[in-house]
């Protein structure tokens, strides 16, 4: 299980995170990531000393799950749900602090192995993570 601090509960904070957040799907998931504000040397402007306060380091990354009934019926959710939460768990810690990811299952993702699941996840939060490239038109 995903600690409580880890979790997504609130309605705001799950259409935060799809709103605001970069969606790329993938196989059977689509993944919408929000990164935290760029905290770097170059992000300050101000001439005043940076404070550490400890917020943003002490900010963990969040993570919520979107599974419709198209997905199955109660106990098909619920599986997926759990399955998805394990492959979760494991790759919380690679994100930035701060991060809020919302995994969003597509009704493939019913039948899909657990392998599968791992591997579309991998790919969706990588692209997600990608530097945006221009796009021609």
Same mark, same amino acid.
């Given at each position: 299980?995903?600690?409580?601090? $880890?979790?997504? #509960? !609130?309605?705001?904070?799950?259409?935060?995170? @799809?709103?605001?957040?970069?969606?790329?799907?993938? +196989? =059977?998931?689509?993944?919408?990531?929000? &990164?935290?504000?760029?905290? +770097?040397?170059?992000?300050?402007?101000?001439?005043?000393? =940076?404070?550490?306060?400890?917020? %943003?380091? *002490?900010?963990? *990354?969040?993570?919520?799950? @979107? @599974?419709?009934?198209?997905? +199955?019926?109660?106990? @098909?959710?619920?599986?997926?749900?759990?399955? &998805?939460?394990?492959?979760?768990?494991? #790759?919380?810690? $690679?994100?930035?602090?701060?991060?809020?990811?919302?995994? !969003?299952?597509?009704? =493939?993702?019913? %039948?899909?192995?657990?392998? !599968?699941?791992?591997?579309?996840?991998?790919?969706? &939060?990588?692209?997600? #993570?990608?530097?945006? +490239?221009?796009?021609?038109?």
């Amino acid at each position: 299980m995903l600690a409580a601090a $880890q979790r997504l #509960r !609130r309605s705001s904070d799950f259409a935060a995170a @799809v709103r605001g957040g970069r969606r790329v799907g993938r +196989g =059977a998931v689509v993944v919408h990531l929000t &990164l935290p504000p760029n905290t +770097g040397p170059t992000a300050t402007t101000s001439p005043e000393p =940076a404070r550490n306060t400890g917020a %943003e380091t *002490s900010a963990p *990354s969040c993570a919520g799950f @979107v @599974v419709s009934k198209a997905v +199955g019926n109660a106990v @098909v959710r619920n599986k997926v749900r759990r399955r &998805l939460r394990h492959l979760v768990r494991e #790759r919380l810690d $690679q994100l930035p602090a701060g991060s809020t990811l919302v995994v !969003r299952a597509l009704p =493939a993702t019913a %039948e899909a192995p657990y392998a !599968r699941l791992g591997a579309d996840l991998d790919a969706a &939060l990588a692209a997600a #993570r990608a530097p945006r +490239g221009r796009r021609s038109r």
